[in-house]
């Protein structure tokens, strides 16, 4: 079983929808969550990163973090054809595992005008 | 402030050669690490360093190099290239060490092995 397990799609979605994507993990050192954007040919960039439990939110994006189950979420609102891109949850431990990321393997979104 | 910059941003090697990539990081940034990533195993970590320092090693074998320079640029460098090297190498760069979840990346730079 891998670290961080997301499922790849593709998803695709009219504009306006509300996205959900999701993460699920079984490593409870976890501690810091991450949401990264992919565009083609570019590297990764950080959406939103969240502390151990709870939600949190940035204009269209919200995070939400549920450690009981081990499993994290990013919500886009009013979602827009700019939107379409790779999403890739990130996560890392505290202490001597925070200098590295876990990547899940990415969801690819399209968003139709 | 300018990004994290990556040269060269392609290239194509043959197996058996060795080829060293550059990655600037963010002004003020003092850790760089590296990632590669693959449509197969997604992104991995290879290392990371500070202070001109190997801090942490992900699981890569010892083909895999790099190190950091005073001004905090760093070199990544694979010797012996094989088919399955070929990937998007990602420098990231963060203020301190430890705090991944502060990682900003570059473009990368995507080798292919021939």
């Known amino acids: 079983q891998k670290e961080v397990e997301q499922d790849p799609g593709p998803l695709s979605v009219p504009e306006g929808a509300i996205v959900s994507l999701n993460c699920t993990y079984s490593n409870s050192a976890f501690q810091y969550f991450m949401w990264y954007r992919q565009y083609s040919r570019k590297g990764p960039e950080l959406l939103m990163y969240t502390y151990s439990s709870g939600n949190k939110e940035d204009g269209r994006f919200t995070a939400q973090v549920d450690k009981s189950s081990k499993y994290i979420s990013l919500f886009i609102r009013d979602s827009q054809p700019s939107d379409s891109a790779t999403y890739l949850c990130a996560m890392s431990a505290e202490g001597a595992g925070s200098y590295q990321l876990t990547f899940g393997k990415g969801t690819k979104l399209s968003v139709i005008p | 402030k300018a990004g994290v910059t990556q040269t060269p941003r392609y290239l194509i090697k043959t197996r058996g050669q060795q080829v060293t990539l550059s990655c600037s990081p963010i002004s003020g940034h003092r850790s760089v690490s590296w990632y590669q990533q693959t449509p197969g195993q997604g992104l991995q970590f290879l290392f990371e360093y500070f202070s001109e320092t190997q801090r942490n090693k992900g699981n890569f074998p010892g083909r895999f190099s790099g190190r950091q320079f005073s001004n905090s640029r760093s070199e990544m460098n694979v010797s012996t290239l094989e088919l399955g090297d070929s990937a998007l190498y990602l420098c990231?760069?963060?203020?301190?060490?430890?705090?991944?979840?502060?990682?900003?990346f570059g473009p990368g730079t995507r080798l292919t092995v021939t």
């Open positions: 990231a760069s963060s203020p301190k060490t430890g705090r991944a979840y502060e990682q900003y």
